[in-house]
Structure formats: C-alpha cells, structure tokens
C-alpha cells in the first residue's frame, strides 16, 4: 500500500503543478514567470475578460493512455465532423499554426494503474505474469522487465505520453523542470476525476458551444 500512497503523492502535485496552475497560480504570481515569454496557459486565458471571442480552429490534442482521452478524442472527433475542420497529424512533430491551442489530460496515478493492470492485462508481460495489481506492486521487480518493448508503458505511463524517458529515474530539480516545460507548452491540462469541470474549462478556452463538448464514456470499466 505504501506504493500506492506514493503515487496518490505524486499525483497530488501534479495537479498543484498543472491544474492550479492554469485556474489560480498564474494570475496571483506574475512574479514568478517570464514576462517576455509567458506560459500557453496564460496566454489563452481571455475568456476570463469576459471580451468577445472566436471558436478555435487550429487544435492540438495530446492522447494519453486510460486516462479518459478516447472520450474525449471522440468529441474532437465529432466536432471536427460537424465544423468542417480537417484532422492531421504533424509532419516531423512540427505544427504549422502559430495559434496552435496544445491541450492533454492527466488522472489520478492510482486510478490510473488500477485501469491500466485490468485493460492491458494481457498485452504487457509485466502485467500478464503477475496474479494481481498487489502483487504486481509489492514484487515489481520480479515481473517487470524494462528491456521488454511491451512493457514501455508500464511505469510512469503518463511520463512516457508527455514524450520523457519514463525508464529514467529523476531528481527533484528535473521532475520541477519538466513540469515547467508542460506548464509553458500546453494551455490546458484536464482533469480525469474532474472531467466535467474540465470539460467547461475546455469549452470556455476554445469558445466553443456547449454541444461541443458532450461526451460519451468510450473504453470505461464497469464499476
């Protein structure tokens, strides 16, 4: 269980780190960011003023593993169908609109592990070989073989979406400085365990209407 406390840690400041970030720390400490370079979250936050605004069209969505984003892809995907937009992916990682609106979502670590143990079961090795996610977690070593290309995803999924080396073990200087640079690259990070609260924030940044952004729940577990 001690993993397991961890982890809760760790997702704890992640959502200090990148979803406070975004609603609150940005506009109570100015003092702590680059004026000459602002973070994408910032940037994109003029519904706030309450001005007039103009449905994005240029936006980018970062898929990341049994977090909700196959929901959420899906009403991109629909939106993208009913305003006539075109879906692409980027030549060499390279986007072409300088507007560009970078938006990803992110979940609760253990919650995240639990629903990843049970839907990939039987596609990752480490996970196949283990009895049960308790044992899995108390003799990780025993099943995870990290040289195992299958196994990619199976520590830090979320680190190895968000394009790190989730293999690599990092210092507190180095987890700070990569939240940083999420902080400074996306405008939005959505919350899984507050997905309808997200899905209002995202509505609201894109100034889209609110037919927009009805989901349906797509690959979920049954409780």
Sequence with gaps: MRNLDSKKILFSLMVLSLFIF????????????????????????????????????????????????????????????????????????????????YFSIIRNTVNQMESSFSYFKRSYPAFKAAPSLEDFLNNTSKYHNARHLRNSRVKNPTW??????????????QYTKALREIERSFNLILITEYFDESMILLKEFLCWDIDDVVTFKHNSRNE
């Design 22 to 101: 975004v609603l609150i720390f940005v506009l109570k400490q100015p003092s702590l960011m680059d004026k000459d370079d602002p973070p994408a979250s910032l940037r994109s936050m003029d519904f706030l003023t309450a001005a007039p605004c103009s449905p994005k069209r240029h936006v980018m969505f970062l898929k990341t593993h049994k977090t909700g984003s196959t929901t959420v892809q899906n009403m991109m995907l629909r939106h993208t169908d009913e305003a006539k937009l075109k879906l692409a992916v980027p030549v060499k990682k390279v986007l072409k609109h300088k507007d560009t609106f």
């Design 160 to 173: 190895f979406d968000f394009g790190y080396n989730n293999r690599q073990n990092f210092s507190e200087e």
